[in-house]
């Protein structure tokens, strides 16, 4: 029953306008990717032909993922925790650095980011903990213990690398599996009033000074006009000089003279709104905001609880990453290093999201097996 | 057995995923409200801010406009000087960067630092000035270091040159940094801090037509300051120039005449009142003013006691000593006091009251008329007639002569001297005029002030017998392809009124003292031109006669003012020798001088054999190195006042 096979009632039950969603917000992308780079003058292979290259193989990995029936990974959930656990410790000790971050793992011809993967099977491990939990009522705080040893564990160890922004998203998704299983009232209080001393704890101890400055300059860019709130009052200004219709393909000045930085990654909303407008952010929104709630709609008609667990988790996934990426480049949020899911250029974006949306699919095509 | 709880509690989850899907919703729909209000609220000013970013405008410096001599020849011009300029804001770390500079110049980094900090306050995008005037190697050294050096540009602009150094330095002026006071004001509210204004001279006074209007080239940048492309240009209106009634030949000599001393002359044209030279001596190097002042030089300056930054012909205030005699001459004339045959008795000193007032011959110059009187200077003579003409009258002709007032030559802060009147002195120091105090006005001293543009304009009247030309310096002003936008002439202020045959008994006078035997002022003769002058001495201040070592700064004035050619006047001069002693041997030599260039220039005088200037200029440094010798040389061609 839970054997990894194809039959044609899984091709005929795949969810071909989910992945037109997904291919056309992948097609704006790339189309985004060659203006935002075309100032760039690199020699090599150009970005949005790379990026191609990455949306094959997201499209590859959606085909394997969703020929592995999901239940599978409920039962080996636990086991990729541990690896995962496990590399992130090794990433501590032998990663490889890049720009004062330790995030990757040589492995000769590639290099992985553990912490990246560890968003996918940290979901696959809530879920199944939920799943399993044998309680007559909502969640209540001693019931939260293990989950919150669960990720807090990963969590801490992402954050030493130093990854603020992973560790963060980790934690919200986790926090959106539990709303949706279920929090008693006072049991949501009450972490809602301890959070008060941890922020504290956290400012005062914990964060490193550039990522204090991130913050301090997010909510006062003119603090650092030219040092890191530059990147904030720079996108706002590529964002707002937009206006309702946009300046146009390759002609936003903000994104062709590179007064954006990382336009072609984590900025590339910024430059897709300069040159597109308010009608092309409010396209964007649309799209992804349609993705969100087709993902829940999974949820919702999957008729087992570690599935459902499972497409929530995806969902946050995708939801937290696009929120805290537009926000920040629309000066809603600090700048923290979240790219725009299916959308920047980058290929361990594009995996996860698409691994992500492997799981999707996968839930989807199996929803009248149980 | 999982399938159990969920089932029991599936609608619990359905409601629950509502709430998470209105979440969802609502917080892009919060997204939307910001995209609404970045791109349709405020895309304008986005918009603003996002060509600011990418758009600058460079200003472009307008050349001044040249200053020339009367005959086109170069007196301050332009020439091209490359300066390091920075824009701040595409500067990331100014540290590196100066450090880097002042390694590539070999230029003090704390100067750079100054700087820097200086310009900081300036405009957004305005350029920095680090340095300027560097050389080609230095800019070719910048230009191959460009890529360590972000921010940094190398800008040709036109910067003051003048081929003659110090030549008419006073007359010139120069140009500097606009002051915070200046920009304040009205006049200068199209400036921007750090641009060049006329500073003195003729830089000052014609600024507005010197100095041309910038341009500006607006040009589009990268973020990392590059420049892409020219979006557009105004190019720079280049300043009018200023042609001068100056001959530069001419003010050559006439400064030369001074060698190492002190002093001022003026040479106008009798018959337009053009100024044709305009000597303030010792001069100061006007280069010097416009970029880094060596402090050295600047102490150099402020130290000499020849006060070079003066400009003693427009500022300096001196008694005219003797040479006022023809203004006390006249008003005897005029009012009938005496003709030429009136006779007073010299006996070397007049007693008047308690007080006695000496000639300066102490052995009197016996029976002396109005020419004689002129041509040996006879202080008695004039004391009898000054004391009968009271101090009123003799001012009534001295004004005449418009002695007292500002010429308006048109540079600023001219001075007007001072010509004391009986009211004058109730008004100014509330006591009433003395008799006694008449006799020093009458030979040109006491109260009585003038400037050297005074002298010579006096001179002038009473060589073209009446008209009082306004000295004027500007001949022309023309615009940048030579085409005349303006034209002065000569403008009549005042016609004194002085009987002709007056004149002619003052100016036989003044023949007679060039030309005559025991005439004050041989010195200026000369034989090819009939020179009419006289000799001034004034006092300083009242000292007994003592041998020797008076300092430098008591020794009197030494004065001559003359005109030529006698019978038909062209050129009047007036020379003031700070301290100089005495006009007869000090200053008349420099006025004959001056006039034999003028005939020279003219082709009157063949251009002399080289002994005789020679020997004048030998005369003339014994007379500065060694005063005492002078001194005795000064009683037996003597000149003027006690």
């Known amino acids: 029953m839970k054997l990894a096979f194809i039959d044609r009632r899984l091709v005929a039950n795949f969810d071909w306008k989910l992945l037109a969603l997904v291919l056309t917000i992948a097609a704006v992308g790339v189309f985004n990717i060659y203006s935002a780079t075309a100032s760039y003058g690199i020699s090599g292979t150009p970005y949005h032909v790379r990026q191609l290259y990455w949306i094959v193989l997201g499209l590859s990995l959606v085909v394997l993922s969703c020929s592995i029936d999901y239940h599978l990974f409920e039962d080996f959930s636990y086991w990729f925790y541990g690896i995962l656990v496990f590399l992130l410790l090794v990433v501590l000790v032998a990663g490889r650095t890049s720009m004062g971050a330790t995030r990757w793992l040589s492995l000769g011809f590639f290099n992985i980011q553990p912490s990246e993967i560890m968003k996918i099977v940290m979901i696959m491990a809530t879920a199944r903990y939920f799943a399993n939990l044998q309680v007559p009522h909502s969640l209540r705080l001693r019931d939260l213990g293990l989950p919150f040893l669960l990720v807090g564990g990963p969590v801490l160890l992402i954050m030493k690398q130093p990854d603020l922004g992973t560790a963060i998203l980790v934690a919200l998704i986790v926090a959106s599996i539990m709303l949706y299983v279920g929090i008693s009232p006072a049991t949501l209080a009450t972490l809602a009033l301890s959070a008060v001393p941890a922020i504290y704890m956290g400012w005062h101890f914990y964060l490193r000074d550039y990522q204090k400055n991130r913050i301090l300059n997010f909510l006062n860019p003119e603090r650092d006009p030219l040092g890191s709130g530059y990147h904030i009052i720079q996108s706002k200004i590529a964002v707002g000089s937009g206006g309702p219709f946009g300046k146009g393909f390759l002609a936003g000045t903000q994104s062709q003279l590179r007064f954006l930085p990382e336009q072609h990654t984590d900025f590339a909303f910024s430059v897709f709104a300069e040159e597109w407008g308010f009608a092309g952010g409010m396209f964007m929104l649309t799209l992804y905001v349609v993705l969100i709630l087709w993902g829940l709609d999974i949820a919702r008609k999957c008729n087992d609880y570690f599935g459902s667990l499972l497409a929530v988790g995806v969902t946050a996934m995708l939801f937290w990453h696009i929120v805290i990426n537009i926000g920040m480049v629309i000066g809603l949020f600090p700048v923290v290093g979240v790219p725009l899911p299916l959308f920047s250029y980058g290929g361990t974006s594009m995996i996860t999201s698409m691994v992500g949306m492997g799981i999707l699919f996968n839930i989807r095509m199996r929803r009248f097996m149980f | ?642």
């Open chain 2, 1 to 642: 057995m999982k399938g159990e709880r969920f089932i029991r509690e599936e609608r619990a989850f359905g409601k629950r995923l509502v709430w998470l899907s209105v979440f969802a919703a609502t917080v892009f729909f919060l997204l939307l409200l910001r995209l609404w209000y970045l791109q349709i609220l405020n895309a304008g000013d986005f918009l603003a801010l996002s060509e600011n970013n990418r758009l600058r405008l460079v200003p472009l410096a307008a050349p001044r406009g040249a200053i020339l001599d009367r005959n086109g020849k170069v007196l301050v011009g332009n020439t091209p000087s490359f300066s390091l300029a920075v824009i701040q804001q595409d500067v990331k770390d100014s540290d590196t960067l100066l450090s880097r500079i002042s390694r590539l110049l070999q230029m003090d980094v704390d100067e750079l630092l100054d700087k820097w900090e200086k310009g900081r306050k300036r405009a957004k995008f305005y350029p920095i000035f680090l340095a300027s005037g560097i050389s080609r190697d230095q800019v070719e050294l910048l230009e191959e270091n460009r890529l360590h050096l972000p921010g940094v540009d190398v800008e040709m602009k036109p910067v003051r040159e003048y081929p003659n150094g110090t030549l008419a330095s006073h007359l010139l002026g120069h140009i500097g940094e606009i002051s915070e006071d200046e920009l304040q004001r009205a006049e200068f509210s199209a400036y921007h801090a750090g641009d060049y204004v006329g500073k003195g001279g003729v830089e000052r006074s014609w600024e507005k037509e010197l100095h041309g209007a910038d341009g500006g080239r607006q040009i589009e940048v990268d973020a990392r300051g590059r420049v892409l492309r020219t979006m557009s240009e105004g190019s720079p209106t280049v300043g009018n120039t200023i042609m001068l009634t100056i001959d530069l030949e001419l003010q050559k000599l006439a400064e030369a005449a001074f060698g190492a001393q002190a002093g001022a002359a003026v040479a106008m044209d009798v018959n337009t009142g053009e100024i044709l030279a305009f000597v303030s001596n010792p001069g100061f190097d006007p280069a010097l003013f416009t970029g880094r002042m060596p402090p050295e030089k600047w102490k150099a300056y402020l130290e000499d006691k020849r006060h070079p930054l003066e400009n003693k012909a427009l500022k300096g205030q001196y008694p005219p000593g003797s040479t006022f005699k023809i203004i006390t001459a006249i008003a005897g004339l005029e009012e009938g006091l005496i003709d030429a045959n009136t006779t007073v008795n010299c006996s070397g000193s007049y007693k008047l009251g308690k007080q006695t007032f000496k000639c300066w011959d102490k052995h009197g110059h016996g029976p002396v008329n109005l020419r004689r009187a002129l041509k040996e200077s006879c202080d008695v003579y004039f004391y009898q007639l000054g004391e009968r003409l009271g101090v009123d009258r003799i001012a009534k002709y001295a004004k005449k002569l418009n002695l007292g007032a500002p010429m308006g030559i048109g540079l600023e802060n001219e001075k007007g001297g001072l010509i004391p009147t009986a009211e004058w002195k109730e008004k100014k120091q509330g006591t009433k005029w003395f008799r006694g105090e008449t006799l020093p006005v009458s030979i040109g001293q006491g109260y009585v002030l003038t400037t050297p543009i005074q002298l010579a304009s006096m001179i002038a009247t009473v060589a073209n017998e009446g008209t009082v030309y306004r000295p004027y310096l500007i001949k022309k002003v023309l615009d940048k392809d030579g085409a005349v936008l303006r034209e002065f002439g000569p403008t009549a202020v005042a016609k004194a009124d002085v009987k002709s045959t007056s004149y002619r008994l003052v100016k036989e006078g003044l023949l007679a003292v060039v030309n005559e035997s025991k005439g004050t002022g041989g010195m200026a003769r000369l034989y090819e031109v009939k020179v009419a002058g006289k000799t001034g001495t004034s006092q300083v201040v009242k000292l007994p006669a003592r041998k020797g070592g008076i300092p430098y700064e008591r020794r009197d004035h030494a004065l001559f003012v003359a005109f030529a050619p006698y019978d038909k006047p062209e050129i009047a001069v007036a020379v003031v020798v700070e301290h100089g002693e005495h006009g007869g041997s000090a200053a008349a030599p420099i006025a004959g001088k001056i006039l034999r260039a003028y005939f020279e220039g003219k082709g009157v005088i063949k251009r002399p054999v080289r002994e005789t200037e020679d020997e004048t200029g030998a005369d003339e440094e014994d007379a500065e190195a060694t005063p005492a010798v002078l001194r005795r040389e000064g009683e037996s061609v003597p000149g003027g006042t006690e």
